[in-house]
Structures are given as structure tokens and as C-alpha cells.
């Protein structure tokens, strides 16, 4: 048996940030994984920390405002724990600000790195957002958790859950785990059916830029987006994604959708015509019927806590989540209202077990 002052499922960015920051305030912490950590929807995104995308919610904003504001301290952590740089990939998105009529783009106003491009053409905005490459982060993240010495146990789903009067005793395929506090961070997985987070697939594709063509910011239309990579092991390649599909767990990539998004990009920018695809793949984004994440207490089961559901935001929202979160676990005011976020609201008229 494991002994441990809070429990998390999920190690996935949500739930190790979350396992970063418990470990930062002195908290003892063990992390368990269905599978092998930071492989799932954390690896499989573009990295867009994409605050004012004007799909999103609005009642995101502060929260994601807040991720904004933590993210170098956060990025700065993992470089002193681990010693791995995470650098930014880009700066600024061209946003489209209408949804039809998109033409293409003139491609200088993809190769500037900052603000210095001509006008922009009418129906794109230029907005101050930067972009990170999830696997790079994964790597750090992992190296960082490695150095605090976080107890991390792979390849061990949750089987049950039981609470006592002090503690819950969470049970897996290999060894169960006391714990003051359990917290479900497994995504697209959560482990109650009553949080009612599903999987939405996306299929995404990555092509090689031309040496021409030095794309140095992010392309973002209410359709697809364009992401380079500008420096580290992915540089010279440009991210394109993604399908949104309700296709259960069911990861296949399909030619006829990754060529849809192909000629999409090619439309709005025609250098890539001639850009080879270097990798196809696909994630499970993990969906509530709103849209919104869930934070917060089971208001059913105590010691139970959830930060799952991000659907498209989790790169974005990891760092301000994990402070909400800790700061929930620990009986502290959130830095931002969380209310929104209760999973009391997916469970109207249940009642309590």
C-alpha cells in the first residue's frame, strides 16, 4: 500500500502540472496512469495558447487569462527542476474575424516573426498570442517530475474507489493508494461516469515548410489552423489540424480527412502546396456538453475532486488549473472564480452516494 497526501489520476499536463504545483506547497503526492504518461490528447495537441480565440466560451476568459500570466513562471520551474527549456514557437495569429470568404493570404504576412508585417488584408486580425510544442513540454514536464521525485505509477488504471472517514483508498491492477485527497485528472477517461467528459476525436497532419518560406506565425480560421514550429527538434515543420468527430476512442487516421485539411491549408497559404507530409496522427479531446472544464469538488463523494473536460484548451489551461485546483484542495480562495466550473452542474437531480 501507498501512502500519500492527495491521489492524482491522470498523467496527462493537466494532472502532472496539477502534481507540480501540490509539490511546490509541500504536499506529498502520488500520480497513477491508465497508461504511459503525457501520450494521450497533451502530446497530440498544436500548443496554441490561444486565450482570445473567439470560438472560445466566454466564460473561459479569466481562467485562461490567468494560465497566460502563469505560463513563463511555469515554463521557468520546469527549466530549474529538470533542466529542460521550453521555449515559445511563435508570437502572434493571423485570426480570421469572419467565417466565410476566407481567401488566401498574402505569405508575408506569415514570415514576420513580430509586429513589423505590412497591413493586414481585410477579414484577418492580428492578435499577441504565443504557442509552445506539447512535445517538447512533455518532456520537460516529465524531466521536472523525475527531479521533485513525484511518485509516478504507469500502466495502472482505476479500478475503484472507496472513502473512509479520513481518507480514500483508490485501488488499481497493481497496489491501492491511501490518500487524504483523490483528484481526477484522466481526461477523456474520467473515471466517474457522472462527470459525462466524452472523447472528440481530431486528426491532425504535419508538413515540412520550404525553405522559402519561413512561417513564423500561427494561421487560425473558424475551420483549421496552421501552427509552425520555429525552433527545437520540430523546426521547419507546420502543424494542421483538426477534424472535430465524434468517433468514440477510435484513433484511426484517415487519408480522405487529413487531405481535406492539406488542401484547406494549401487554399490559404500556397506555399505549402509543395510541403511533403512528414507525420499523421490523431487525440481524443476530452468534451463536456458546455465546453467548459470541470474544477471542483464531486458533490456526491467525499475527498473526491475533478480537473478534467478542457476540450480544446488543456495546453492553454494547464498552469492556471493547477493553481485553482491546489488552491481548492488546500481551502484557499481561487485566484479566479471557478463556480462556472463545478461538476455539480453535469449531475442536476442525482442523488447523493
Avoid at 513540454?137 to 474507489?161: F, K, M, N, Q
Amino acid at each position: 500500500m501507498v501512502h500519500t497526501d492527495i491521489c492524482i489520476a491522470g498523467a496527462g499536463l493537466i494532472g502532472l502540472s496539477l502534481a507540480l504545483e501540490l509539490h511546490r506547497r509541500g504536499i506529498d503526492v502520488t500520480v497513477i496512469e491508465a497508461g504511459l504518461a503525457m501520450r494521450e490528447a497533451s502530446t497530440a495537441a498544436a500548443g496554441m495558447l490561444a486565450a482570445d480565440d473567439p470560438s472560445n466560451p466566454t466564460e473561459l476568459a479569466a481562467l485562461s487569462h490567468l494560465s497566460i500570466a502563469l505560463y513563463p513562471e511555469f515554463l521557468e520551474r520546469l527549466r530549474r527542476l529538470g533542466g529542460e527549456v521550453v521555449p515559445f514557437q511563435t508570437s502572434h495569429t493571423l485570426q480570421a474575424t469572419r467565417a466565410e470568404g476566407v481567401a488566401a493570404l498574402d505569405p508575408r504576412f506569415l514570415m514576420a516573426p513580430d509586429e513589423s508585417a505590412p497591413a493586414l488584408s481585410s477579414g484577418f486580425a492580428l492578435l499577441k498570442e504565443h504557442s509552445v510544442d506539447p512535445r517538447q513540454l512533455a518532456v520537460a514536464v516529465l524531466a521536472a517530475v523525475a527531479s521533485a521525485r513525484i511518485t509516478l505509477i504507469t500502466e495502472s488504471p482505476v479500478v475503484s474507489t472507496q472513502t473512509t472517514a479520513e481518507t480514500v483508498m483508490v485501488s488499481t491492477g497493481r497496489t491501492v493508494i491511501e490518500a487524504a485527497q483523490f483528484v481526477d485528472c484522466t481526461g477523456a477517461w474520467a473515471t466517474d461516469p457522472a462527470y459525462e467528459v466524452r472523447p472528440v476525436k481530431g486528426q491532425m497532419l504535419a508538413v515540412a515548410l520550404p525553405a522559402e518560406f519561413p512561417m513564423m506565425r500561427t494561421l487560425r480560421t473558424e475551420e483549421i489552423y496552421i501552427v509552425p514550429r520555429t525552433s527545437g527538434p520540430n523546426a521547419g515543420r507546420a502543424i494542421i489540424g483538426a477534424t472535430v468527430e465524434d468517433a468514440g476512442y477510435d484513433k484511426t487516421v484517415h487519408v480522405e480527412q487529413v487531405e481535406e485539411l492539406r488542401r484547406m491549408a494549401v487554399a490559404l497559404i500556397p506555399p505549402l502546396a509543395d510541403a511533403a507530409v512528414v507525420e499523421t496522427w490523431s487525440g481524443l479531446r476530452p468534451a463536456t456538453a458546455d465546453r467548459l472544464p470541470l474544477i471542483g469538488a464531486h458533490p456526491m463523494k467525499r475527498r473526491h475532486w475533478v480537473a478534467a473536460g478542457h476540450y480544446r484548451n488543456g495546453i492553454l489551461l494547464a498552469p492556471a488549473t493547477a493553481r485553482v485546483t491546489a488552491q481548492l484542495l488546500l481551502r484557499e480562495t481561487p485566484s479566479v472564480s471557478v463556480e462556472g466550473f463545478s461538476p455539480a452542474r453535469n449531475m442536476a437531480g442525482r442523488t447523493r452516494g
